[in-house]
């Protein structure tokens, strides 16, 4: 079982890229980062000094202190939009409250036109050892059709400033199959991350998420839907180019070099623990899941006031643990052990096997490299047992 994980949600994004349904808002005044910071903050330390067991189910059963915690995530939004000496602060905070191991991974999401080197400097003080950056695209039509306001040039000047301040690991997120993308854009975009030196790589297809200014677009004819077959064959470019470089595919839509796979990812997709802090973030401990309040000003109001956070929350029974953990795990090229799973569909994996989708022999189940290009679906298979 992996070590837990604690996720710090930072809501705020400079403006808003078309496709993006995240948890986040457009809003850049200091006074509204300055009062979420010391929400954040105060429910920091009240969800630590409440312990494990309120977290977790009511009959779980466990210790009364907390494990080591192995990874800290602060993503968003923008993490890097707050002021780098607060960051930090919450950063070190975590270490004050929460028995955080001295070799946690501590990875702050970063959106290349925020990122300078004196603010990477102050967030390694803080204990920061990996930064993942949306690239997207380094087509300038691309980025443009996808609502991103930095030229391509500026996510390698902030990886440059990144590396100054002494942080090795870095992840690049890339999204392919956007309408107006052509094959050769996609190839520079992916041999682009490849010559910077990226140790990981995350490479997502365009997907259009309701209630964005991409689906009005749509909606309104002014920009056409990704295209299916398009992105399959993209796909494929991504794994063969990324493993001839020598970036292994351990997840659907991730690539990382032996050794470098983002651990705190790998906590959600193991059905490990994790704490999640923020506006809007998620947590699992043992079974149980909850929700904080989404919007950030509610969200600051009650934490600031002293009161609970958490908008929702849900006790998985048994079986609902086991289908989670199918569908998590069969993401990952690892799979899943059979024991953590079954009862499966034998006659569905048995299909599975025979399509050339599935791996499956006494111990385990994953997912072929076919099988990946279509995780849920298949997984969705096996759960109708
Ligand atoms: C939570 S976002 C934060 C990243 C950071 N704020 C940035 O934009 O640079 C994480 C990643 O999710 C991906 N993403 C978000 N919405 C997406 C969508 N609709 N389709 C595909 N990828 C998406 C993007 O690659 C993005 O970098
Ligand atoms: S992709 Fe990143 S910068 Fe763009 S709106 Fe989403 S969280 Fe904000």
Redo the contacts with the bound molecule.
């Keep these: 079982m992996p070590g837990a994980g604690l996720y710090l949600h930072i809501p705020y994004?400079a403006a808003l890229?078309h496709?993006?349904?995240?948890a986040r808002v457009g809003e850049t005044d200091p006074a509204v980062h300055r009062r979420y910071v010391a929400a954040l903050r105060a429910d920091l330390i009240a969800v630590a000094a409440a312990g494990p067991r309120a977290v977790a189910p009511p009959d779980a059963g466990i210790p009364a202190g907390w494990p080591t915690f192995t990874s800290i995530f602060a993503?968003?939004?923008?993490p890097t939009l707050l002021p780098p000496g607060d960051l930090a602060g919450v950063l070190r905070l975590a270490s004050e409250v929460l028995p955080i191991a001295h070799d946690a991974e501590v990875t702050v999401?970063?959106?290349?036109e925020t990122v300078t080197s004196e603010g990477m400097a102050t967030l390694v003080g803080a204990g920061l050892n990996r930064v993942s950056?949306?690239a997207?695209s380094f087509a300038a039509h691309v980025l443009d059709a996808l609502g991103r306001w930095h030229d391509p040039g500026r996510p390698l000047r902030a990886l440059a400033d990144t590396r100054a301040a002494g942080v090795q690991r870095v992840n690049l997120?890339?999204?392919y199959g956007t309408p107006g993308e052509r094959d050769v854009d996609w190839e520079r975009s992916l041999r682009t991350v490849l010559d910077a030196g990226a140790d990981h790589v995350?490479a997502?297809?365009?997907?259009?998420?309701p209630n964005?200014e991409y689906a009005a677009r749509i909606g309104r004819g002014e920009a056409l839907a990704p295209d299916e077959d398009v992105q399959a064959v993209r796909m494929e470019t991504a794994e063969a180019m990324l493993a001839r470089a020598g970036l292994c595919r351990y997840e659907v839509s991730n690539w990382a070099r032996p050794g470098h796979e983002c651990r705190h990812n790998l906590t959600y997709w193991r059905g490990g623990n994790w704490l999640g802090v923020g506006a809007g973030a998620h947590g699992h401990w043992e079974g149980r899941r909850w929700w904080s309040v989404r919007a950030p000003a509610r969200y600051t109001r009650e934490a600031l006031a002293g009161r609970t956070t958490t908008s929702g929350q849900e006790v998985l029974d048994a079986g609902a643990r086991r289908s989670e953990r199918l569908l998590m795990g069969l993401r990952t090229v690892e799979g899943v052990e059979r024991a953590e799973v079954e009862p499966v569909d034998e006659p569905a994996a048995t299909a599975l096997v025979r399509a050339g989708l599935l791996h499956a022999d006494e111990r385990r189940l994953r997912l072929t490299r076919q099988g990946l290009a279509m995780a849920d679906a298949a997984t969705l298979r096996l759960l109708a047992a």
Excluded at 109 to 112: D, Q, V
Excluded at 204 to 209: F, G
């Design positions: 994004c890229c496709y993006c349904d995240f993503g968003g939004g923008t999401e970063a959106n290349p950056m949306g997207q997120d890339l999204i995350s997502y297809a365009l997907t259009v998420e964005t």
